[in-house]
């Protein structure tokens, strides 16, 4: 007898819909699986036939033959158990697959017959609603981050008798979907910029950075704040939107990343990977492929520690996802677009030593010094459109008390505001920010004076800057602009834009 159960496979970030047969008859006994299987999903009939015994289902002795399809796609993972036990029972003629209707099921089995939750749920959902299933049986576990997505009926399950019995009994099917919530409170934000004293051009270039979105660098001294600053970034950036939310929230279900209690993340992601990572780890790789850093950092901040001790070809790794915001992976089986849309933030000392420019505490030559800066490409540096030195904290500053310092709610009002200028100025077909805007959006939207057409030029030429740098300075001019509710870029918010690539001048020449 044969039968067909529809489950749902994983593909980067997307999810594929698995046709899963099973076919028992006469011949001689024995459980064979084909399908282009890697070893996890071979395994499975190990763990399907222990499962089947010790849930109290006696099958005779027949050949049972699965097949997992299509064929030219690689199934791996453990979310095929539950689906290949159902299509074995319902072969046997043990498990009514049809009364139901047409639905989608995936999940872990162990030898008691449990069901144990898998990654990458929501693609999994979203996937099967494409193909135009409606129903998906899926661990009980799972089953808040699965009634995220909309006018899906979820059915949560702990054991394999559990899942056979609701196949039986449709009802059941509406009863679990009157419990959909799908909902989530905001993250509490453990950190706050009222924490940090002084550091007021840090604190500005933080806010220009993430109203435009602009990517941004900062030197200096060991100790100053660079990190501190870094890590209060997400608390300056808009919440996220529904949709941002669901995006970012299925990625961390993929890589095993989302918490158990919460079916969304909630929350601005910040990535902070350490200065080792390999360019595979931070591109994403592996077989089955999982996205990287890149990707988990998308809607929110990198942040790059140590920017000069990072591998040459982990740093070059960056180059495409910051222009295009997007990484694509080729593998054997096919090509894979993965999401990279983030604010890149990188911080380094001024030195190897931590100390320079106080040439009292620095001991490093000048060609220790030069040695060190030369890791960074210019290429990559020209990337970041904000470059800000960090100077030492007075003690005054130090010991002052929070009360003075402006927090982040303030500060992300006003990022707020930008961004709501952003949307309007470049609507639905044209890109979110400020920092995204190509040439033809440049000239529509940063039109400048006489007199700042002069100021540009002058900087041009003493700078030497390239084509890049220049329209760099007119993105985070606009910004500015923005920022101050201003509709044309003055003079003083090209001099500001352009201050931010004095550092660069000073370090690369």
Not at 104 to 119: C, H, M, T, W, Y
Not at 441 to 468: D, P
Request: net charge positive; proline share 5%; hydrophobic share 40%.
């Amino acid at each position: 007898m044969f039968t067909k159960v529809n489950s749902v496979g994983i593909q980067g970030i997307e999810g594929v819909l698995i046709g899963v047969e099973a076919d028992v008859g006469d011949g001689l006994p024995g459980f064979s699986m084909v399908g282009y299987l890697s070893s996890e999903v071979r395994e499975a009939q190990e763990r399907v036939k222990t499962a089947l015994k010790n849930s109290g289902y006696r099958l005779n002795a027949k050949k049972v033959t699965v097949n997992l399809s299509p064929a030219n796609i690689r199934k791996a993972g453990t979310s095929y158990d539950l689906p290949i036990a159902l299509a074995v029972l319902g072969a046997y003629g043990q498990a009514d697959l049809k009364k139901i209707g047409p639905f989608a099921a995936v999940g872990e089995l162990g030898l008691n017959g449990r069901i144990k939750p898998v990654s990458g749920v929501m693609s999994m959902v979203m996937a099967a609603k494409k193909g135009g299933l409606r129903q998906v049986l899926l661990p009980a576990e799972n089953a808040a981050e699965a009634k995220v997505v909309e006018h899906m009926k979820i059915i949560g399950v702990s054991s394999l008798n559990q899942a056979v019995e609701i196949l039986k009994d449709g009802r059941t099917v509406w009863n679990e979907e009157r419990e959909t919530s799908g909902t989530v409170e905001p993250a509490v934000e453990e950190v706050d910029f009222r924490e940090v004293n002084g550091q007021a051009l840090l604190r500005r270039a933080a806010e220009i950075a993430t109203a435009g979105m602009h990517n941004f660098l900062m030197t200096g001294p060991a100790g100053t704040g660079k990190t501190m600053i870094a890590r209060r970034l997400p608390t300056i950036l808009p919440p996220l939107t529904r949709e941002e939310d669901i995006e970012i929230s299925r990625i961390y279900s993929i890589c095993g990343l989302l918490p158990h209690n919460r079916p969304l993340l909630g929350r601005r992601p910040f990535r902070s990977p350490h200065h080792t990572i390999t360019p595979q780890a931070l591109a994403g790789g592996g077989r089955p492929l999982k996205p990287g850093e890149l990707s988990l950092a998308s809607g929110g901040i990198l942040f790059l520690d140590e920017l000069t001790l990072f591998g040459r070809s982990a740093v070059e790794v960056l180059r495409q996802p910051l222009e295009e915001h997007k990484i694509i992976l080729n593998r054997m089986e096919g090509s894979y677009e993965l999401p990279a849309d983030f604010l890149l933030c990188g911080a380094f000392n001024s030195c190897p030593c931590g100390w320079y420019p106080d040439r009292n505490r620095c001991r490093c030559s000048p060609a220790q010094i030069e040695r060190y800066l030369s890791r960074l490409s210019k290429p990559i540096m020209e990337r970041f459109d904000l470059c800000v030195q960090a100077s030492p904290v007075s003690y005054e500053e130090l010991v002052k008390t929070e009360n003075g310092n402006e927090d982040s709610a303030a500060i992300r009002l006003r990022v707020q505001e930008a961004w709501e200028r952003q949307r309007r100025r470049f609507q639905e077909e044209r890109p979110r920010f400020n920092s995204r805007m190509g040439q033809k959006e440049t000239r529509e939207f940063c039109i400048l004076g006489m007199e700042e057409e002069e100021l540009l030029e002058r900087i041009y030429r003493k700078k030497q800057l390239s084509a890049r740098a220049c329209h760099k300075i007119l993105k985070v001019a606009r910004t500015i602009a923005d920022l101050e509710g201003a509709e044309r870029i003055s003079r003083e918010h090209l001099a500001e834009a352009a201050g931010y690539r004095v550092l660069e001048e000073q370090i690369w020449g």
